[in-house]
């Protein structure tokens, strides 16, 4: 869209896809592949420090959407591994030297996370009232400098220093700039997530502003994701421990679960354009049918972005769009060695206080609103994990009351 509104045949197919799996790949966005391929090179690097590195960058015990995270059912499993590890036998340790970093400590999914640059640099103090004049700020101070504001802008970290990211293999020792990238990525994928909503509010009858009513203070965030190789080709370590095998069953790559805010943008290495990495035998995202199975998702035009919904769009359509489970499963065993997949999300959504009430569009079929005076804050990983952790729950308690959240609202919107 350039001014213009979208035409029929792009609404029409907009909302035949949202109204069955709620995915689709969108080309034509503009986005500099160069940048996307700079951001994920950046990303390997980072993932290639050493863990203690890493650490260094863990924001809240990996609860806020900022820095170093590991999902906390892949902290048990890697506490898991470390000690089956520590078991082998010496022999069978040496079998261990895998290159990559991650894997070696047995980890299954990692990912950096930044929120809005403008407002979360780390050059602004939210606490700061001087800050609070910055042109970035289009909402009142206090929607930012709340304690509740503090929860959904809290200041990005990046690496620095000691722990500066270089190019894995890089004989210079040249430095990536991972937060310059993020920035840049971050900025694009936010203008791309602006024209989406535009096109989604024309389809479902409303202004072509619609949308840009809720997002002046929106707090998305974006990760780079890193799915290290894995080991289980490895003798010594090839699952024949049965609770590590049941764990590795059970912990995916990413578990299955629904997106908390309004639409996701994906993009991952093996559909950069000139890949040719990408096998089935690898592992890679899955959604679930209305009949559900479980499908790859697959012919993803290179350069393209995979676009999701979640659930708050959902509530907004009143269950009409749909917000379709996914996840990330393992590698074959016979590939799983030189199995790495590194991918980028931008999760977009509004103001943290933005009313989320169904479009007329979608009640007038008879159907009333299943919720009532919801808020974002209600409906987005950082507003539901910040009220169970205010509630005493731990971080790895909080963060399956969040999925199941989710679930009960995905579910309500399906009967
Ligand atoms: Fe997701």
């Not at 700061?128 to 709340?146: H, L």
């Not at 708050?312 to 799983?336: D, E």
């Amino acid at each position: 869209m350039r001014g213009e509104p979208p035409d029929a045949q792009l609404c029409a197919d907009i909302a035949a896809a949202n109204e069955s799996t709620g995915f689709f790949a969108l080309t034509g966005h503009g986005v500099d592949m160069n940048l996307v391929r700079t951001c994920l090179s950046a990303g390997a690097a980072f993932f290639d420090l050493d863990q203690e590195e890493k650490a260094k960058y863990v924001v809240q015990n990996m609860t806020m959407g900022r820095g170093y995270e590991i999902s906390p059912e892949h902290q048990d499993y890697m506490a898991l591994f470390t000690k089956v590890v520590m078991m082998s036998s010496e022999q069978e340790r040496a079998g261990l030297g895998h290159p990559e970093g991650s894997t070696r400590h047995g980890i299954l999914s990692e990912r950096f996370m930044c929120g809005p640059p403008s407002i979360c640099g780390t050059d602004l103090s939210i606490s700061s009232s001087s800050s609070s004049s910055s042109q970035s700020r289009r909402r009142e101070p206090e929607y930012y400098d709340s304690d509740l504001g503090k929860a959904f802008f809290g200041p990005n970290v990046w690496p620095c220093g000691s722990s500066a990211v270089v190019a894995p293999g890089s004989a210079s020792r040249a430095v990536i700039p991972l937060r310059s990238n993020m920035e840049a990525l971050y900025e694009e994928l936010d203008r791309v997530a602006r024209v989406i909503l535009r096109v989604f509010a024309v389809t479902l009858g409303e202004a072509e502003d619609f949308f840009d009513r809720v997002v002046d203070g929106h707090h998305s965030n974006m990760q780079v994701a890193n799915y290290p190789s894995q080991l289980c080709a490895r003798p010594g370590l090839d699952y024949n421990n049965d609770e590590l095998a049941r764990q590795r069953d059970l912990v995916l790559r990413k578990k299955a679960h629904v997106d908390s805010g309004t639409i996701t943008l994906l993009m991952a290495d093996d559909w950069m354009p000139g890949s040719s990495t990408w096998r089935r035998e690898l592992g890679g995202l899955q959604l679930e049918t209305r009949e559900g199975v479980w499908v790859d998702v697959v012919d993803v035009p290179p350069g393209a972005i995979l676009v999701n919904l979640g659930t708050l769009m959902s509530v907004y359509t009143n269950g009409r769009w749909k917000s379709t489970l996914h996840r990330v499963v393992h590698p074959q065993p016979a590939v799983a060695e030189d199995s790495r997949r590194l991918s980028i999300a931008y999760f977009h959504k509004t103001d943290y206080d933005a009313s989320i009430t169904p479009v007329s569009s979608c009640i007038r079929q008879g159907k009333p609103p299943m919720f009532e005076a919801l808020k974002a804050s209600d409906l987005t990983r950082q507003g539901i994990m910040r009220r169970l952790l205010v509630e005493g729950l731990s971080a790895s308690e909080a963060s399956n009351r969040y999925h199941e959240v989710l679930q009960r609202i995905r579910e309500a919107q399906q009967e």
